[in-house]
């Protein structure tokens, strides 16, 4: 029984359902905030969906300020600009709306107002963490606008260190959202490249997790779900955005994905991360590119598992069958086949490939892959994902 330890966390209070924006303003009342931060994405800023929103927040007579000086992939200066304005205004919470950059980003920066060291000194490596001062925490209002990362029930963010492009996760308990308003009404504005690189984010995190080696059976269950509801509703959310039921089911899987990942996540991830840093690409759909060549890597460790999951979710053929459903759902989606393609100028002999294994191997994610993730396993993952070779 020495295997079968564990330590489960699950999300915060989530009001879900088509329409529960309304309930914004209800929202901050109950949460004590009375001044919040409302932190978004620039291209998000600029759409009827924030208007309506800080609406609602006038007509409540609720005091607010907007920032939304946020890159896709969020870096260091994106956090101390919306730290400056938080203070400035003297804000109590924040309302971090958008999709994982935003959602991230305003975690943040609730979070690092009013810490005294440095944001790097609370990476999530051990007990890190409990050199903040917790009491010192802005509570959070998480309203997610795609469908992929779960950054609303997550009690960690991602932020990249710009001398190094370099990917770190900081984490605190208290990061974790007060309350999430999951309304898939505002998610059918998502462009079909968006709708489809946040899911299959949803699908690389139910994936990883439900492959990650340790005992959380909780976390398998909602990352079985989590995969069917992606396989059975993603395509249709790509085909036909005003598709309400897909979207919810969507929006479901995406907090169902990054509630599983605190079992763990792996090579799809820890390979994503540094790419993402380096070029600038997004973050999910990296991860849709990598999947079938990670999952070729892992198969001696995962095929078992993955063949009752695809038995769960109506695929046949076991392992072979779910490796190509998930081939299937990327040829649908549009996904790039390879690095070459998705990113212009990535080239087969890239100088960068040696930088990019060595960052993969440290990511704090590869420790989740059910192979061990070497230098040499990271560059043939990535001459793979070159060649197209599975």
Known sequence: MTNLVSKWNYPTTIRFG???????????????????????DPGLAKLPVVASTLKLLEDAGVAH???????????????????????????????????????????????????????????????????????????????????????????????????????KVIFHPKMMP??????????????????????????????????????????DGVALEGMRLVFENLSTAFADGSNLTARAHMMSAAAMGATAFQKGLGAIHSLSHPIGALYDTHHGMTNAVFMPYVLAFNRSAVEERLARAAAYCGISGGFEGFAQAVLDLRMELKVPSTLPEFIKDFAPDDARKSLIADMAIVDPTAGGNPIELTKQAALKLLDDAITGSL
């Open 18 to 40: 088509a329409g529960r924006i309304a309930e914004l303003p209800e929202v901050l009342k109950d949460t004590g905030i009375a001044n919040p931060l409302f932190v978004t």
């Open 65 to 167: 300020g907007v920032f939304s000086d946020v890159k896709p992939n969020p870096v260091e200066s994106n956090l101390y600009a919306g730290v400056e304005v938080f203070k400035a205004g003297r804000h109590d919470g924040v309302i971090a709306f958008g999709g994982g950059s935003a959602l991230d980003l305003g975690k943040l920066i609730a979070f690092q107002a009013h810490q005294t060291r440095p944001v790097w000194d609370f990476e999530d490596i051990g007990d890190w963490w409990t050199r903040a001062d917790g009491s010192r925490i802005a509570p959070i209002i998480a309203v997610p606008t795609t469908a992929g990362t779960g950054s609303e029930v997550g009690r960690a963010g991602v932020l990249t260190h710009e001398a190094s492009h370099t990917k």
């Open 178 to 219: 007060a309350l999430v308003i999951a309304d898939p009404e505002l998610t059918v504005g998502m462009p079909p490249f968006i709708t489809a690189g946040t899911g299959m984010d949803a699908l690389a995190h139910c994936l990883e997790a439900y492959c990650a080696p340790g005992y959380h059976p909780m976390a």
